[in-house]
């Protein structure tokens, strides 16, 4: 199932390595990985069929993504703000996604 995520947020360092925050769902991921088109769209998939769609990224992200491999996914309770998930998840650039 592909859920269009609505709330998500990229952040860098000075480094340039990235997180994702983003909303929690109720099942643990299973061998993450972000795959993204180049331009304004990526898939988090987080496994067992489980997959975000982020969409509208912003230009200046897309160019620090382009340069990782990989992202700290930090996912967090919307109600409470609680983090409940923290993890790696490789980056894919495919120019058409699935």
């Known amino acids: 199932m592909i859920k269009v995520e609505s709330y998500f947020e990229f952040l860098a360092n000075d480094d340039n390595e990235l ?5 929690s769902d109720n099942e643990s991921p299973h061998q993450p990985v972000i795959i993204y088109d180049g331009e304004q769209t990526a898939l988090l998939q987080r496994g067992n069929n489980n997959t975000k769609k982020l969409v509208n990224i912003d230009k ?17 309770n919307k109600g409470t703000e609680d983090i409940t998930y923290t993890y790696p998840a ?3 650039i495919l120019k058409r996604l699935p």
């Open 19 to 23: 997180i994702l925050l983003c909303e």
């Open 60 to 76: 200046n992200v897309s160019d620090i993504i382009k340069q990782n491999s990989s992202l700290l996914v930090v996912e967090i």
């Open 90 to 92: 490789a980056i894919k």
